[in-house]
């Protein structure tokens, strides 16, 4: 775990998985911001440990990350450790995906979404 509260998943290589410093807080809104707020696409995974398509997921996002590389940053958000910002985005549902440059949100889809299609909708963002 970073200085920042962001925890290497254990495929670190592939995407980042936000997670509190002591497992009693939860990221803040002004680190999530900063994170979003670059050039660099940013896709967002809120999601939940027990959330059986959020499982689903995992290896599509592992796979989208391999393909895509640094032009697009991957990012999961376990909702349950970070109740406010699952509160500050309106997640009513799990697995739900934003997609966010420069701080501007440009896609959002709750529910689980297969790699072909997610790989085409980040396509469309690749270049502003």
């Known amino acids: 775990m970073d200085n920042n509260g962001a925890a290497a998943h254990p495929c670190a290589n592939y995407f980042l998985t936000l997670q ?38 995992h290896p599509v996002l592992e796979q989208l990350k391999g393909e895509l590389g640094d032009q697009v940053r991957v990012i999961k958000l376990d909702v349950d450790k970070n109740e406010a910002l699952a509160s500050a985005y309106r997640i009513q549902s799990v697995p739900t995906l934003m997609l966010f440059r420069d701080g501007k949100l440009l896609w959002r889809q709750s529910g689980a979404i297969g790699l072909a299609e997610l790989k085409g909708i980040i396509a469309g963002h690749l270049h502003p």
């Open 20 to 57: 509190p410093k002591d497992h009693k807080t939860s990221i803040t809104m002004e680190k999530f911001n900063d994170i979003i707020n670059g050039s660099q696409p940013t896709l967002v995974d809120f999601f939940a440990t027990w959330c059986g398509p959020c499982k689903m997921m």
